[in-house]
């Protein structure tokens, strides 16, 4: 079976699921901006009172969570949470999978290089990420819609432009995790660790505006919906920082898995 068309069966059930998860956080989200709509309660003022660490939590930074766009930005950085963490799962998983579930003798077996391999495997994770980002936008858009009907979708379409790159971004990171180390059944926990780690840095820099210059070190300062959704948009320095990043680790990937000494 062709290698790409082999990846994307193998992984439709986990898409599957995944989608489900995305319809459940948006609509369980978006609902907590409709009841705060119906009670006449102001969701600024309820967030506000939070103390400055929720809040940084929470992504509430230079939002409106008066309007529904501003409510569905906060909402936003949890969404760039679940997708990053399946595009680096995916990205490991694609690379290091043969070895962990002993099936690398059947994929060398094949006539096909090692560079024709890896590359059907980004091919397919690509469409997957595809998939999941126009999951996303449908799923956002209607339940954005059905709270504000002459809502801008053409603001969604920024958001998920730039989730879409942190998407490939992290798939790059992962693909070279998995393709680096030396025990395939580590890969996925390290890829996940890094990414968390990166998590977790970006909300520190949020509470210390003295660690502002640490924003070029954790890509989810990258495209962030206060700037997405702001005047200023993205800032073309961290955009031209993903592209470099994402290149290298892809290359780097290549050239490892080309190397690498796979067991059976």
Known sequence: MNIFWRELKYSRKSMIWWCVGILFM????????????????????????????????????SLDLSTVMGFYGMLFSYLVLMATIHAVMLGANMVAKEERDKTSEFLMAKPVSRIKIITSKLAASLVLLVIFNLVTYAFSTAMV??????????????????LFLLQVLFLAIGMVIAAITKHPKRATSLAAGILLAAYILS?????????????????????????????????????TLAAVICAACLSAAFVFYKKRDLKS
């Open 26 to 61: 948006v609509v369980s989200g978006m609902s907590k901006y409709g009841t705060m709509k119906s009670s006449g309660q102001s969701a600024n003022e309820i967030f506000g009172a939070m103390p400055k660490s929720l809040q940084a939590i929470f992504g509430l930074s």
């Open 145 to 162: 819609k059905h709270y504000e009907s002459t809502a801008d979708t053409g603001e969604i379409w920024k958001l998920m432009a730039g």
């Open 203 to 239: 909300i520190v820099i949020e509470l210390n505006d003295k660690l502002d210059a640490l924003k070029y070190i954790t890509p989810f300062k990258y495209f962030e919906a206060k700037n997405l959704l702001s005047d200023s948009g993205v800032d073309a320095v961290l955009v």
